[in-house]
Structures are given as C-alpha cells and as structure tokens.
C-alpha cells in the first residue's frame, strides 16, 4: 500500500492500479489483514444504512483485538454523541449472516491503526459495530482516508478534512436535519464542475484523486439533497466508468427534480447505462418499492442486459450482499417478488 504515495512513472502505475482496486473492492485485505477460505460470509449494509443507524462518527486508535472483542480509544470526537475514552465493542447492529457462523470472522481493523468508526450504541448500553467491515475508515500513512460512501467495498482515498465534511453532512442528513454547512456546498459545486474523471488503466495519480473527490461529491450530494446543477449529472450519468454512473444514478433517485423512481426505471431500461450501474438502478428501485414502475421494466425485459455484474471477489466475506448477478436475473427477480401479494 506505500505504493499510493510515490510519483515515479513506474511506482505511479502501480499507485494507479492499487487505487483502482481499492474503488473496485478487489481487496480483500485491509492494511495487511486478510480473509481465510471458508470464512463467515455476511450482507453487507450499503453506507447510508450504517449512518443513518450510527449514534456516533469519531476518529479511534485501535489498542487490541483479541476473542472478538476490540478495544478502541477515542482520538478526536467528528459528529454525533460523545464516546468515553475507551470503549471495549463485540457487537453488531446489522452483521446478517449468509453463510458461516457468528463466531469466525475477522474484522478490517487491525491494532495499532487509526481509523474513522460509525458506532451505535445498543438499548443496554453497549457500543456496537455495524459489521466486522462496515463504518470502518482507516487512515494511511500519509494521512489519506479509506473513506466509504456508498458500500464498504467500494473505497475512495481522500483526505481527512474532505472525510469530515461530507461524512458529517451524511450524518445529518440520514438522522433528519439539515447539512447546511456552506463548505460542503461550495465543496461539491466547484468539484463537479470540473471535468468528468474516470479511472482506467491510462489514469494518471492526479485524474485518480479527482475520481475520488467527485466519488465524496456525487455521493454526499445524493444523501444531504444538496443542489447540483442537472447538466452535471447528465455528464457524469453519460460516462463510460460504471462507479462514475453509480453515483450519478444515486443522485437522480434521491436529489434529482420530477419524478426520480421513473427517472431511474427509464434509465434502466435505456441503452447507455453500464450492467453495474443498471443493476444499482435495480437495487434502488427495489429498495424504495417503486411498483408503479412495474410496467415501464416489464416492457424491457427482453432488451437488458444480461452481461455479470459483481460487488467483489468470491473470497471477500461480503460477497454475501444482495446484488444482482446482472441486469436481467435482477429484473427478473424483482418483478417476481412484486408479483407476489404484499404482506401488510
């Protein structure tokens, strides 16, 4: 991972190529943790999910992990309620299991790290997790953050004083309130005004660091509703980089003006959308019962594509998160379920 900070030509490769997995959650290693063959697979929560439930944002020193449980200390409080110092945390508030057992399973922190933890804390008392690998940001040697804005598979590096700013303005979005900080704003109206960068294997560091800050701006502006102007989203929807589409999808179904369900769907079923970006488009729909759209999928059927899609490697312990294997199998799966009579 030092590699991420180099500029030689030959070392800037490889910082490409390591961003790029990182984005993509090729990975499965988190700072020199890895996951073993026949480890607890789980699904994974999307982030907003894991805000939203969260109490608490803050940065932590990780002091031990050791029979599932994890000792953290508190290094700087960033939103939300105030943790004591220490805190000792082996719980979880949203780890569905799809294939294992509750009881092996290693986490994506590791001692001796600094990372940025969403914790909630229980009816009991107690602080929690929301999984082993979900609302955990670690911090790099350089001080860039694994941030995560849509799902923990999908990592963007960022600095600490961007990570804040939008995260904070996610918090409050997803607990109710307004993110009426003027920064974030100023922040994601000059980001995405800048040209639409993509990553690719030609990607230069610098091309490779304004994907990610328009990744924190697409994905904060869909959360907090914040105002882009809609000839920006239609650059970035119109991209070739599925994760480039992804966001901009995420912005049309959740900040976008006019009827955002129907806006989603007719993407869906157009020509020009990525297989990953389509399927998203489907998670959405699903996520948010957009039934009346049912005849608008129907009719294009036949046409979606049917092309894989992926969320991760078959050897992450996420791969257990609901997403379509591509396009069709997930429209076709959505339909069935809408066809069946709803359970009041």
């Not at 994506?108 to 602080?127: C, D, E, H, I, T």
């Not at 894989?308 to 078959?314: E, F, L, N, P, V």
Request: glycine share 6%; aromatic share 8%.
């Amino acid at each position: 991972m030092n590699t991420l900070r180099t500029k030689s030509p030959k070392k800037a490769n490889l910082m490409i190529s390591c961003l790029r997995l990182i984005f993509r959650g090729l990975i499965s290693t988190i700072a020199g943790l890895s996951v073993a063959a026949g480890a607890t697979t789980w699904d994974e929560p999307w982030h907003r999910e894991v805000v939203g439930l969260s109490n608490t944002l803050g940065l932590y020193k990780i002091d031990s992990i050791k029979d599932g449980q994890v000792t953290i200390t508190l290094q700087k409080h960033v939103v939300g309620s105030v943790t004591p110092r220490k805190i000792e945390i082996k719980e979880f508030h949203l780890h569905r299991i799809t294939s294992g057992s509750t009881d092996h399973f290693e986490f994506f922190v590791r001692p001796g790290m600094s990372a940025y933890l969403f914790l909630r804390q229980s009816k009991k008392g107690n602080w929690q997790f929301a999984t082993p690998s979900a609302g955990m940001d670690p911090i790099e040697a350089d001080g860039k953050v694994q941030a995560t804005y849509r799902h923990s598979m999908h990592k963007a590096l960022v600095s600490a004083d961007i990570y804040e700013m939008t995260q904070i303005c996610i918090f409050e979005a997803t607990h109710g309130r307004e993110c009426a900080g003027q920064p974030v704003r100023d922040y994601v109206k000059q980001v995405l005004a800048n040209p639409v960068s993509s990553p690719s294997e030609t990607s230069t560091p610098d091309e490779m660091n304004q994907f990610f800050r328009q990744h924190a701006a697409l994905e904060t502006a869909a959360a907090a509703k914040l105002s882009v102007d809609s000839r920006h989203i239609d650059r970035f929807l119109s991209a070739t980089a599925s994760h480039v589409q992804m966001s901009a999808l995420a912005y049309v179904a959740y900040a976008g003006p006019g009827d955002r369900m129907t806006a989603v769907a007719e993407f869906v079923c157009g020509s020009k959308g990525h297989p990953m970006t389509l399927s998203m488009g489907l998670v959405i729909l699903r996520r948010e019962n957009a039934r009346n759209q049912v005849d608008r999928l129907k009719a294009c059927r036949s046409t979606i594509s049917d092309a894989g899609t992926y969320m991760g490697r078959i050897m992450d312990p996420r791969i257990g998160t609901d997403f379509p294997s591509n396009p069709r199998q997930g429209l076709d799966a959505l339909l069935n379920d809408w066809d069946k009579p709803q359970v009041r």
